[in-house]
C-alpha cells in the first residue's frame, strides 16, 4: 500500500509499506519527500513515526518494521535512528538505485 505526506494542504512525498515475505511478522517501509525544498523539514520522520504508530496500533499481529537504506544515504539514516529504528546491519548489494546494487544498511523499530 501507500500513503500520503501532505504538509499546507500539498502532497510533500509518499510512503509505501508492503510485507517483507511469508512468514515475516511485520511490514517494509519505503518513503520519498519528492521536492528538494522540502527535504530536512521534518515532513518524513513525523510520517514515519505517526505511521508506524498507526501499523503497531491497528495491526497487533505486526511485531516488527524495517527499512532498507542505502549505505550511502546518511540523512536516511539519521532519520531512522531519530524516529526509533536500530541499525541491524548490512545487506550487501541489496540496494536498487545503480546498476550495480549497492550495499544497504537494514533497520528496524519492533513492538515495544
Do not use: N
Not at 521536492?35 to 514515519?48: I, N
Not at 527499512?67 to 550511502?72: D, K, N, P
Amino acid at each position: 500500500g501507500a500513503v500520503a505526506i501532505e504538509a499546507d494542504g500539498r502532497l510533500v512525498g509518499t510512503m509505501q509499506y508492503y510485507r517483507g515475505g511469508p512468514g515475516f511478522h511485520g511490514y517494509e517501509i519505503g518513503y520519498l519527500i519528492h521536492g528538494e525544498a522540502d527535504r530536512g523539514k521534518g515532513y518524513a520522520s513525523e510520517g514515519l513515526r505517526l505511521f508506524g504508530d498507526l501499523i503497531f496500533r491497528e495491526r497487533p499481529r505486526c511485531h516488527r518494521l524495517q527499512l532498507i537504506i542505502e549505505t550511502w544515504d546518511d540523512a536516511s539514516a539519521r532519520l531512522a535512528e531519530a524516529c526509533g529504528y536500530q541499525r541491524e546491519g548490512v545487506m550487501r548489494r541489496a540496494g536498487y538505485s545503480s546498476a550495480l546494487p549497492e550495499d544497504c544498511w537494514l533497520f528496524s523499530r519492533i513492538r515495544s
